[in-house]
């Protein structure tokens, strides 16, 4: 608690009480409220369909696309309100957001996905990024030539995060990076983007269902449920929490089969 | 106590009741297995039963009920379950641990329902007191609890489950399934001739029926044993003052361990045949009050409360046209309701509006919620704030005041249809006898009331004197025969100036306010008023998104400035309905709500004072020393047991 | 039979198969860049030849002047057609984008009508009817020169895609959201498209009312155009231009052998036929990109 | 505020996939039977006969080619074609004596198999590839038919239907001929909104959302799009007899060309995809505008005191209706159905704002 207050001056992106309602009817999420401090690591965890993508893509401009619109609430960047500005605004300010399933231009060779995702900046700035997006990614370098729709997993989400990094973010957002990829991918992924946080001083904002993995590289979590945050804390202390541990890190340390808990707890999400 | 056959005579009333619904002689002195096995008899496929489960309602016949039932207490008693045996029934409502109460009780044992979010410590107190045995569990969840107090020495050795998810693997001896339990029954009743006779006309009807708790708001609960013989005469009490009739189709949803949901779903369900309703789980519970729409509902007062704030906030979020018509009937509504309480005549606009009014406002939201066939609806349990009840009468809920206590099988008295008023609880039933003491306390006799607490002698000398109950409640009767109910006795209390009020009075008309949940007025023998304040996360948290207010948890909500104002208002608001010297002069909204977990209320949510002003005491003191602000420490008990520490600083609200 | 009779229907046959070709790259713009199938190429022909005669005749331009304005003002409409018609349909089903082109398409045809009437005009651009000799056999003049204009669009196309904007048209055909994702102005991309796509339909009606003159059957070269374009493959514009001669060549050399054997009218069915068989055989067309499929 | 929910429960999983649980829909859809039942008996036979009777044909049809394009997800540019394959089946049919019932049952059945050449192409092709394959196969049938005089009787020629007979019954007369159509009509909603409930219905939505997923999940699309082209198929080709039958009582070529295939294709679109009721809605409109089109440019004439070219009054009218195509898009893309939809839920959720999800 006492974290998110004092940093409130340092935060690049709060989100206010913001709730999303698709198709006129729908209510996605609720009251959400949250904040990234510059130059933080912060995951928002939870459950399928707890709100999280919707949560992202409130940020990043997304929702239009599938008839969601922001009614309440209010999504600031380095304390400006965004709420009105078009998604390649967004981008312009630097908010790069990295969609669920990776989505990368497959019919485009991974050099023509960067090339492509640097339209909101120079011609100069992008040759540059594309040097260091490889240095990053040397794999990325070595299949430049061939369509990124016939690459493998790891690779494409490489490439998405690479063409969000075209864009000269100041924060990065990930959907669920860690989606469909073998353990030592998913590590691999998380310790470049520790590493891209640490180096560059880029805010990160990672939507994750794999909670041990984030939890690692996270200094702050936000736990949503049902469209609503119920908890947060810092990474430290939600690893700690009973209920984190049997819903979010699964069974890793259930010592025997009474552990395994077919019920929810009653009690609600202390905060 | 020797139970009385008060009231009218059950020869006489047998004539008059309607020839097509009852084979009741509605006479007390039977049980109910036996009424079970005539309904199995008479009316062997008509529906006992509906549970929601996996998408649909599953539908069970008085046959299968008293089969069910049977086999149940045949594998109990296999496995040792004998009378005066107490079966511990511990889960959310579901239509087995109905029908293992029954069976505990035809095998003359005690059926003992508790609360399904009851912690280790509470359950074990029942565990010792009781000497108990056998449980019936509902799931997982409830059955880890009993292991645990198992370990802790208890001397549980039968553990039998409803819903055998995630326990298939579990190794530990005395763990059985109903299914298992009701094999076991089976086999013995197909083997042994005569005893689905014998097992049908074993118990007593002055045997228990249901071992209760009374709610202990100012301490250990005390345990209260109901006959079948209490029971039945609550039922027929009430079904001769107009409470209910045969088959009424109702939602078994209130917690299994107030007495209130025994009387009703299980006395009340098996001697006058009603469909008993029960939904999928606590969650969906207004999902399925709409999908049943029953005939009779009884809640708690706190429960049409937070009905009230789910109609108000969602009014709040409607679009503009429907909230400005809204507001306009419900308008015209109130005011026609409000006179007509007071014995006036509604004015013609107001005669002109209603029926327009109840085809676009109040039918639609009483279609919501499922309460549009209401033949009965009822509140009961303890008072009700004026302004909730006047709103569902508007909304054209023909709500009553019921007013009964455990230990007299929940029926006392009820407001007659054409009789309600604001202050009274209406006429004893027939069959209740009603006297006011000299020390102006309402005292009960009918065949109804209990014989004695569990154990404890001296209390039950207390409460039972010359055969009269002493209720504990503060009233009076008027002259045309109504009661007058003006609160528990011991809630009488008196400021250092001599002020004398009752606190939950004025805390039940702060809780009208959709922002306020649970309030605590403080003031016994201090010089002024002044009140705790639990704000309603869901009614503030969607004022606050209204407004743009960021917040981020129940705690952080309760102390932001706005909500303080807001807050500010309702406490004013309440203040000049008051008397001036009963005026709240402070008040602190707390960080949490008050929680059973922690002692603060009882599992029926009524407020242990003592606990309340001791736990709180720094606040309550920075309150009476006129500090601005107070650093409170609270401690907050998880449901393992685990106690955490939440420091935070609170500020002092002058009225 | 005769062979050179049969060659020359040939040789006419592709150039005028480049012409169709010019209708077809303006579809191939269109899908290469956003994913739309474009219904409405040839009302936009057909719009772009009364445009530019409107500018000759009513407001007695000179027709090297008319040409240009006719360009600038089919651009804006390209632009406009996005704005009104599309933006508010980006991410929609396919078929709805489908059926808002063939509104577009009634709209503009009938549209055209109602302001300028049925009556065929003749465009004249000063192409002399005189036939060139290329050994024994005769070429249409005007053919030729459609051909040429349409070989220079297919280089200035394929040079478009590789530049920046051309990368980044090709994202947005792929994949509307991630496009979004990394800033790209979908929408402006979009109306890029059809602009560029309407400046190639008023070369298309240049070419064509010159030969045939400004009417509604410019818009019946949708029919021409789509063929061309699937046989050639949707995205690819190499494909437009050798499907665009393939057409041309076997459209010609039937109407010789055929005509005479069905009493007409074989070139349509030559057309839907070549169709049937493009999908049939090759179901992308002959360069056409396939769907890379993942769950 | 019209709609009551409450004490609607069900307790079996029949009853929890009815067609209308809510009493208030049932109510409805008895009144309009019951409206459309008497209608011969309020209604003069003009109205009947040129607006009600085509209305409800074309809503068969249109159901049948939402069947493809709402429920199958493909597209379907020939669908005249193949309404004019049961046509002329039918009338040939009919002219060599077989019964009228038997006649349409061919119709269908000729317009089930030629109409599955369709399915071919759709299993190869998606997205605007099937939608030129298909148009390329109306090509290919308004040539055939017109080009073949075994077919069309001759080019140009209007080859005469004979009159139908019920069980050997002549039905001439406008309430009959009317019936004939309402019955249909009634016939195919009823099928379609069984559909929905069925393993194929929902297989169908299966390959909709994504033909390869569904196969890896095991949905067969090639035999379910190959179910649904035959399906769809047999509605149009009985439809097109059904429509010779009892309105136009001569079939000629240019009744199926493309320009009709492209109207049955605004009816589904500007109706609402995958909407049943909004098929109605869609025939509805697409058949009434062109006359109220007409009336409405001689009123506005009339009322500015202004007149008309010939060519504009006769173009206007198109371009009007190109126009309200894209209006529709624009407006509510899934149509007049979603409108429908949208009062609906409004009132569903009355008095409150929404429904929590």
């Known amino acids: ?271 | 106590m020797q139970p009385t056959d008060g009231g009218a005579p059950a020869a006489a009333t047998a004539a008059t009741t309607p020839t097509t619904a009852t084979t009741w002689d509605f006479g007390a002195d039977t049980t109910l297995s036996r009424l079970l096995a005539r309904n199995a008899e008479v009316f062997p496929d008509d529906i006992a039963m509906r549970e929601k489960s996996k998408g649909i309602w599953q539908e069970m016949s008085w046959r299968q009920v008293l089969d069910s039932m049977l086999h149940c207490a045949a594998g109990l008693e296999s496995l040792g379950f004998a009378a005066g045996d107490v079966l511990l029934v511990v889960g959310d409502n579901r239509p087995r641990l109905y029908i293992g109460m029954i069976a505990a009780g035809a095998l003359g044992g005690h059926a003992m329902p508790a609360f399904p979010d009851a912690t280790l410590d509470e359950i074990k107190h029942f565990v010792h007191e009781a000497d108990v045995r056998f449980v019936l569990a509902e799931d997982q969840e409830q059955v880890d609890k009993m292991l645990d107090l198992r370990e802790q020495d208890a001397g549980i050795a039968h553990v039998i489950y409803d819903d055998p998810r995630g326990l298939a693997a579990y190794p530990f001896p005395g763990l059985l399934s109903w299914d298992a339990l009701c094999a076991r029954g089976e086999a013995r009743l197909k083997a042994e001739s005569g005893l689905r006779e014998a097992l049908i006309a074993r118990a007593n009807p002055d045997g228990p029926a249901v071992f209760v708790h009374s709610s202990g708001s100012t301490g250990k609960p005390k345990g209260i044993v109901l006959s079948h013989r209490n029971l039945l005469s609550g039922v027929r009490n009430a079904y001769h003052g107009g409470a209910f009739d045969f088959g009424e189709s109702i939602l078994a949803y209130l917690p299994m361990a107030w007495v209130g949901d025994f009387a009703v779903t299980v006395a009340g369900g098996v001697a006058l045949r009603f469909v008993i309703n029960i939904p999928e789980r606590q969650e969906t519970v207004l999902q399925n009050l709409r999908e049943v729409a029953p005939t009779f509902y009884l809640a708690a007062p706190r429960s049409w409360d937070n009905m009230l704030t789910t109609i108000q906030v969602r009014m709040e979020d409607s679009t503009p046209f429907k909230k400005a018509i809204y507001k306009f009937f419900m308008a015209s509504a109130l005011s026609a309701e409000r006179r007509k309480l007071e014995g006036g005549q509604p004015t013609l606009k107001e005669m002109l509006l209603g029926p327009l009014g109840e085809w676009l406002v109040c039918g639609p939201i009483k279609d919501q919620f499922g309460l549009s066939r209401l033949r009965g609806a009822f509140t009961g349990g303890e008072a009700m704030g004026e302004d909730t009840f006047v709103f569902y009468r508007a909304l054209g809920i023909k709500l009553r005041q019921l007013y009964g206590q455990t230990e007299s099988s929940a029926y006392n008295a009820l407001q007659g249809p054409d009789e309600v008023r604001l202050h009274t609880v209406g006429r004893p039933f027939p069959g209740v006898e009603v006297q006011i003491s000299d020390a102006g306390e309402i005292l009960v006799r009918s065949g109804s009331v209990f014989s004695g607490y569990f154990k404890q002698e001296a209390a039950t000398r207390e409460a039972l004197r010359d055969g009269w109950l002493h209720t504990g409640d503060a009233g009076y009767l008027e002259p045309n025969g109504h009661l007058v109910v003006l609160g528990r006795l011991s809630d009488v209390v008196h400021t250092a100036k001599g002020e004398r009020y009752i606190p939950n009075y004025i805390e039940n008309r702060l809780k009208f306010s959709p922002y306020i949940k649970e309030a605590a007025v403080l003031g016994a023998g201090r010089d002024r008023l002044a009140a705790l304040i639990c704000i309603d996360k869901e009614a503030v948290g969607f004022w606050a998104e209204l407004r743009g207010i960021s917040y981020m948890s129940y705690a952080d909500l309760s102390q932001k400035p706005e909500v303080a104002t807001l807050i500010l208002e309702a406490v004013r608001h309440v203040n000049r309905t008051l008397p001036e010297p009963l005026h709240l002069t402070r008040f602190v909204n707390l960080h949490k709500e008050f929680d059973a977990d922690d002692g603060e209320i009882t599992r029926t949510r009524k407020i242990r004072r003592n606990v309340v002003e001791d736990r709180y005491a720094p606040i309550i003191d920075a309150i009476y020393d006129n500090r601005s602000s107070v650093l409170m420490k609270a401690q907050i008990t998880y449901e393992t047991g685990e106690v955490g520490v939440i420091e935070r600083t609170l500020t002092v609200q002058e009225v | 039979m005769d062979i050179l009779l049969l060659l020359e229907s040939a040789l006419n046959g592709a150039l005028v198969g480049l012409m169709y070709s010019l209708v077809a790259m303006g579809i191939v713009l269109i899908y290469k860049s956003s994913s739309v199938p474009n219904l409405a190429q040839g009302a936009m022909v057909m719009l772009a030849g009364y445009v530019i005669l409107a500018f000759a005749n009513q407001l007695h331009l000179p027709i090297w002047a008319a040409i240009p304005l006719g360009i600038v003002t089919m651009f804006v409409i390209g632009i406009g057609i996005e704005r009104v018609a599309l933006r508010r349909l980006a991410g929609r089903p396919i078929i709805m984008i489908l059926m808002m082109t063939l509104g577009i398409e009634i709209f503009l045809r009938a549209g055209s009508m109602t302001i300028w009437g049925g009556t065929s005009r003749p465009l004249p651009i000063g192409i002399s009817d005189s036939p060139l000799f290329l050994g024994p056999l005769l070429i249409n003049r005007a053919y030729a020169v459609g051909a040429g204009v349409a070989v220079v669009m297919f280089v200035l196309l394929v040079l478009f895609f590789r530049t920046r904007i051309g990368v980044v048209l090709r994202a947005i055909s792929d994949d509307y959201t991630a496009a979004w994702s990394v800033g790209i102005s979908v929408e402006r991309g979009v109306a890029l498209s059809w602009a560029i796509s309407a400046v190639v339909a008023t070369i298309a009606a240049v070419l064509w009312g010159s030969v045939q003159g400004v009417d509604q059957s410019l818009a019946l070269l949708l029919l021409k155009g789509v063929t061309v374009a699937v046989l050639g493959g949707l995205d690819s514009i190499g494909g437009a231009l050798l499907a665009g001669i393939l057409l041309g060549i076997v459209e010609g050399t039937a109407s010789v052998v055929l005509d005479p054997l069905l009493g007409g009218a074989s070139r349509e069915l030559v057309d839907a036929a070549m169709l049937i068989l493009t999908i049939m055989l090759r179901p992308h067309g002959l360069f056409g990109r396939h769907d890379i499929e993942r769950v | 505020m019209l709609f009551r929910q409450a004490g609607i429960l069900h307790t079996n999983y029949a009853q929890d996939r009815a067609l209308f649980p809510i009493p208030a829909d049932r109510w409805m859809i008895g009144g309009l039977l019951l409206l459309a039942a008497t209608a011969p008996l309020y209604l003069n036979s003009l109205y009947l006969s040129s607006y009600l009777l085509p209305w409800l044909v074309w809503t068969a049809a249109a159901l049948g080619l939402n069947l493809i394009l709402g429920w199958a997800g493909q597209f379907h540019l020939g669908y005249a074609a193949v309404m004019g394959i049961g046509a002329y089946a039918a009338v040939h049919a009919q002219r060599a004596g077989v019964p009228w019932e038997i006649a349409i049952v061919l119709a269908g059945l000729t317009a089930a198999v030629i109409g599955s050449v369709f399915a071919f192409a759709a299993l190869r092709v998606k997205g605007l590839y099937l939608a030129l394959s298909t148009l390329a196969l109306q090509f290919v049938m308004d040539w055939t038919i017109s080009h073949v005089p075994a077919i069309s009787g001759g080019t140009q020629a209007t080859l005469q239907a004979p009159d139908i007979r019920l069980l050997g019954q002549a039905v001439t007369s406008d309430a009959g001929l009317y019936y004939v159509a309402l019955v249909w009509c009634v016939l195919v909603t009823t099928f379609m909104l069984n559909l929905r409930r069925t393993a194929l219905g929902r297989a169908l939505v299966a390959v909709r959302e994504k033909d390869y997923a569904a196969a890896v999940i095991g949905v067969n699309s090639f035999y379910f799009k190959l179910v649904a082209f035959a399906t769809s198929s047999f509605i149009a080709g009985v439809s097109g007899a059904v429509l010779i039958g009892t309105f136009y009582h001569a079939v000629t070529p240019e009744q199926f060309s493309v320009d009709v295939s492209i109207q049955a294709l605004a009816m589904v679109i500007v109706g609402g995809l995958g909407s049943i009721i909004g098929s109605y809605f869609g025939a509805g409109f697409i058949l009434l505008m062109p006359g109220a089109m007409n009336s409405f440019i001689s009123w506005l004439t009339g009322l500015f005191g202004f007149s008309l070219g010939i060519e504009t009054l006769a173009h206007l009218p198109h371009a009007l209706y190109g126009a309200l195509i894209i209006g529709f898009l624009l407006l509510e893309p899934l149509g007049l159905g979603k409108i429908y939809g949208n009062v609906r839920d409004y009132l569903l959720v009355w008095p409150f704002g929404y429904v929590k999800k």
């Open chain 1, 1 to 271: 608690m006492a974290a998110i207050t004092e940093a409130k001056a340092g935060n690049i992106l709060t989100l206010n009480n913001v709730e999303v309602v698709y198709d006129y009817v729908s209510l996605a999420i609720k009251g959400v409220s949250l904040a990234v401090p510059q130059g933080g690591m912060v995951a928002l965890l939870g459950a399928n369909g707890a709100g999280k993508s919707t949560t992202l893509k409130s940020i990043s401009g997304l929702l239009a696309a599938e008839r969601g619109e922001v009614r309440r609430g209010e999504v600031a960047f380095q304390g400006q309100p965004i709420n009105a500005l078009m998604p390649q605004d967004r981008v312009r300010l630097g908010i790069a957001h990295v969609l669920e399933g990776r989505r990368v231009f497959e019919h485009l060779t991974p050099d023509e996905n960067l090339i492509a995702a640097s339209a909101v900046r120079s011609r100069h700035d992008a040759a540059r990024n594309k040097d260091r997006v490889y240095s990053y990614f040397p794999r990325l370098f070595e299949r430049r030539g061939s369509a990124a729709g016939y690459l493998s997993g790891g690779e494409q989400q490489m490439l998405a995060i690479g063409r969000a990094l075209m864009t000269q973010p100041k924060l990065l957002m990930l959907d669920e990076p860690s989606l469909g990829l073998a353990p030592f991918l998913v590590a691999e992924i998380f310790q470049i983007l520790s590493r891209i946080n640490r180096e560059d001083g880029l805010s990160v904002l990672l939507v994750e269902q794999n909670a041990i993995a984030a939890l690692e590289i996270v200094s702050h979590g936000y736990l949503i449920e049902s469209g609503r945050i119920v908890m947060h804390d810092t990474a430290e202390a939600l690893k700690r929490n009973p209920d984190i541990q049997e819903f979010y890190l699964g069974g890793a340390e259930n010592k025997n089969f009474r552990d395994i808990k077919h019920y929810r707890r009653r009690k609600r999400w202390l905060t």
